[in-house]
């Protein structure tokens, strides 16, 4: 009898523990599923790439897709760090956007995803700035002087970007890392650092609170190409880009709608997204007014060649563990590598 109950406890408790694994499954976006058909998508967004709440806020692309019978939810991330770890986790997303050196960092740490389109962006907004009175007056004068950098960003590669078309090399300065929030504080106050490399809205925002120069920015460093040198990338799941890449397809569709809507309307755009992140309208307009063509591309050659060359500095840098391919083809939608 002892026997038989014990067999009895231990079949309830693993009828309970299977049940709550289930549950779990469940809650993942992509095993909400009906028979092989998808019925809810989750879609991470962040204040740093913009685009993507403007899809949000317009509501069109929730539309669309219930008109295919899946619900949407939306996801607030505070760095593409983060929303990388939840792609394809439980209770996770589905499809998000972010920089390219998280896209680096997650592919060198073996995260499954899909880049499946990349986003022409910001040409000026990426800078090195100085204080107004600083004696510093170009990149070659960082000779020695500590910069903040925020370490494994789009940033600390446009200052090591800077440094060598300057003919410097990264050990020639005093790079000091340090999160946005904290250098702006410290930016106002003076003292603590000589330059900082940062990005919209960060640097509209120090532009308005504090007497500034730009020594260098992206559009000065990379030229015509500065809007894809530092450009966001969408990315999805492995199991949404192969099972409803259709889905994907109009997504992008809404994404490349958005970013033509904000161009020519970057007074409207502001306004939306000031609202939406509870932000100074007079900054976000700044962004918008210098945040590029906003157009979406797709994977190719050129544009993996530039995202294999940040991913190589950062290795150099030894800010990455190791190196990545950036053309395999498992992550990169469409792409063929010819």
Known sequence: MKKFRFVSIVSILMAFILALAGCGAQGQSQSSKNNGKLTHLSIGYQQ????????????????????????????????TTDMMNAVGVSNGIDFGGGGATANIFAQASGKKFVKVAAQDWISHGSAILVRANSSIKSVADLKGKTVAVT???????????????????????????????EALAAFKKGGQFDAWAIWDPITAQAQASTKTRVIADNGSVFGKEAGLQTAPYYFATPSLVKNHPDVVKIILDEL????????K?????????????????????????????????PITHDLLSMFQTQANTFYDLKVVPKKIDAYDKSYNWNFKNN
């Open 48 to 79: 740093g790439v913009p685009l993507l709440t403007t899809v949000k806020e317009q509501g069109k692309l929730a539309e669309r897709l219930k008109k295919k019978g899946i619900s949407l939810s939306w996801h607030q991330f505070s760095s």
């Open 265 to 297: 309307n970057p007074e409207a755009s502001a306004k939306l997204l000031s609202k939406a992140y509870n932000s100074d309208y007079k900054i976000m307009l700044t962004e918008e007014e210098r945040a590029g063509s906003r157009k979406i591309v």
């Open 151 to 181: 370490k494994g960003s789009a940033q600390q590669y446009l200052l090591v970007s800077a440094l060598k078309q300057a003919g410097m090399k990264y050990s020639d300065i005093k790079p000091l890392y340090i999160q946005p929030s």
């Open 256 to 263: 490349s709608k958005a970013g033509k809507w904000a161009k």
